[in-house]
C-alpha cells in the first residue's frame, strides 16, 4: 500500500474513533509511523485529508449509481443492485461513513458545498428508480425514502453486532428492501433472493 493510502487509512480510523478536532497531525503522523510534519510531504494539512476522504466517497457512490442507473432495463432489479452496492460500501469502509456523518461540517463551505450536491445527486439517481417503478409516488416521497434507507445503512458501524459481517450484509438488505418496499412493493420478492 503506498503511504498516501496508508496515511489516509489511518486519517479516517482516528477520525472516526475520537472526532476530527481531537485528532492532531503528529496523532496521524504516528499511526504510520513517520513524524507529524513528515505529513506535509503528501497533503498540505488535516484539512486536506479530511477532504480527499469525503470528497472521493461521494464521487464513488454517484458514479456507481449513475452507471447503474444508465444500463438499467429494469428499475426494480437495479434498486436491488443500488441496495446491495451501498451496503457492501458501507461494510467495506466503515470509517468513511462514520467520518462522513459526524467530520462533514469540518470541510470548507464549498467542499461541504460540493459533497452535499453529489449527494443529492446520488439520491436523486435512487429516487429516479423508484418513480420508474411506482409513477405514482410523489418525488419528494421518493427522496425521503431514499435518506431514510440511507440514514439506517449507514448508522451500520455504530451498530453493536455479534454476528458475521455477511450476516449483517444480508440484515441490512432485507430491512432497506422491506423499506423501500412501501413505494416499490416489487421489492419484496428480492428478499429470497
Do not use: C
Not at 498516501?4 to 479516517?12: S, V
Not at 470528497?55 to 446491495?84: F, G, H, I, K, N
Amino acid at each position: 500500500m503506498k503511504r498516501r493510502d496508508q496515511i489516509l487509512d489511518a486519517a479516517a480510523e482516528l477520525f472516526a474513533r475520537h472526532g476530527y478536532q481531537a485528532v492532531g497531525i503528529d496523532d496521524i503522523g504516528a499511526a504510520v509511523g513517520v513524524s507529524g510534519p513528515a505529513l506535509y510531504y503528501y497533503f498540505s494539512g488535516k484539512e486536506q485529508l479530511l477532504a480527499e476522504l469525503l470528497l472521493p466517497r461521494s464521487e464513488r457512490l454517484l458514479a456507481e449509481a449513475r452507471t447503474l442507473v444508465s444500463a438499467a432495463a429494469d428499475p426494480v432489479s437495479t434498486l436491488r443492485v443500488l441496495v446491495q452496492f451501498h451496503i457492501d460500501f458501507v461494510l467495506d469502509h466503515p470509517t468513511l461513513s462514520t467520518v462522513h456523518d459526524r467530520e462533514l461540517r469540518n470541510l470548507t463551505a464549498s467542499q461541504q458545498h460540493e459533497v452535499r450536491r453529489l449527494m443529492s445527486e446520488y439520491v436523486s439517481a435512487w429516487a429516479t428508480l423508484i418513480r420508474a417503478a411506482a409513477p405514482d409516488v410523489d418525488a419528494t416521497v421518493a427522496r425521503a425514502a431514499v435518506q431514510a434507507t440511507f440514514a439506517m445503512i449507514n448508522s451500520t458501524p455504530s451498530l453493536r453486532w455479534d454476528r458475521t459481517s455477511a450476516e449483517l450484509g444480508e440484515f441490512l438488505r432485507v430491512m432497506a428492501l422491506s423499506a423501500l418496499s412501501g413505494h416499490v412493493p416489487e421489492l419484496v420478492a428480492g428478499l429470497r433472493r
